[in-house]
């Protein structure tokens, strides 16, 4: 009975190791979602207002551009997933990655060759299990993402929509990543960076009573659509990856909260079972010093006789 006693008791130890540390990783990870929350209000207006610039050139002129022409049959596509660098965050990966291959399945339904881009290990690493080509990843920074890091995703992508699909190009730009709506609620999403839905933008807009500007372009719209390309590609990427993150550490808070109240609740368990052995321990004890008092009682009862 001793020596289940001490076992409840190191398992006890162990649990309550275990919640200390996944209530540190609960309070560090809500500390990081106001820095994320921040970022992510401070850089979607700036995107807004760029996708509406965008809109402007392109519905204001007729120059055909990458950036908003469709192309008659496209025949490859790019697609952008952002995962996370390290787990502990619950399903948050595993649901980018689906909504990753329903948009993949679906673009190849369509007859296109999809190229993978990916951002953050866990998304690496489950294609690289898979055998499944990636034209590009980066990893490291899904945690707390800079313009810096943007700017270098944006780069092949943008070289790649620039190219002829003969010469390795894409004639579409999709990117799959986890909007962040509340502290509750994150959403993967998938959305169509280029070209741009003209349409859609202006529907947009018009819902919002908004009125897109008229501008006088110079020297030509073609040159401030080849400016304003990689800046709408950037801020879009950019504030993605801030909606990610934002996400990321959500879903480890609420994750590493779950862990915290399960472990509460072990202990509570190991507990009761610790304090039911020790009772039984006891009460074993208290029944053989009964047993010797009585068998003593008899023994000396006996020599009297």
Not at 284 to 294: M, N, R
């Amino acid at each position: 009975m001793g020596a289940q006693l001490r076992v409840y008791k190191r398992r006890i130890k162990s649990v309550t190791a275990t919640k200390k540390i996944t209530k540190a990783m609960e309070m560090i990870a809500a500390s990081r979602i106001v820095k994320a929350q921040r970022q992510v209000a401070a850089s979607t207006p700036y995107a807004t207002e760029l996708t509406r610039a965008v809109t402007a050139v392109a519905t204001g002129s007729n120059t055909q551009h990458a950036l908003t022409t469709e192309v008659e049959t496209p025949v490859r596509a790019a697609i952008l997933l952002i995962t996370s660098d390290r787990g502990l965050a619950g399903g948050y990966s595993s649901n980018a990655l689906k909504a990753a291959e329903e948009l993949t399945q679906r673009l190849q339904g369509e007859g296109k060759e999809v190229d993978a881009y990916i951002v953050g290990r866990k998304g690496v690493s489950y294609y690289n299990f898979r055998e499944r080509k990636v034209t590009e990843s980066w990893t490291g920074f899904t945690d707390n993402p800079t313009y810096a890091d943007a700017k270098a995703v944006a780069a092949p992508l943008i070289a790649a929509i620039e190219k002829d699909t003969a010469e390795g190009g894409v004639d579409e730009l999709h990117i799959v990543f986890t909007e962040f709506i509340s502290m509750l609620t994150q959403t993967p999403v998938q959305s169509r960076l280029l070209p741009l839905k003209l349409e859609k933008a202006v529907e947009e807009s018009e819902k919002k009573g908004e009125i897109l500007p008229l501008f006088d372009f110079e020297p030509s719209a073609e040159d401030v659509l080849d400016a304003l390309l990689p800046r709408y590609v950037e801020s879009r990427i950019y504030n993605a990856l801030l909606q990610a993150a934002a996400s990321k550490h959500a879903a480890t808070r609420r994750a590493m909260k779950s862990a915290t109240d399960n472990a509460g609740e072990l202990i509570k368990s190991l507990s009761r079972l610790a304090n039911a052995a020790r009772q039984a321990e006891i009460t074993q004890e208290i029944s053989e010093i009964v047993g010797g008092a009585s068998a003593l009682a008899d023994a000396t009862a006996g020599s009297d006789k």
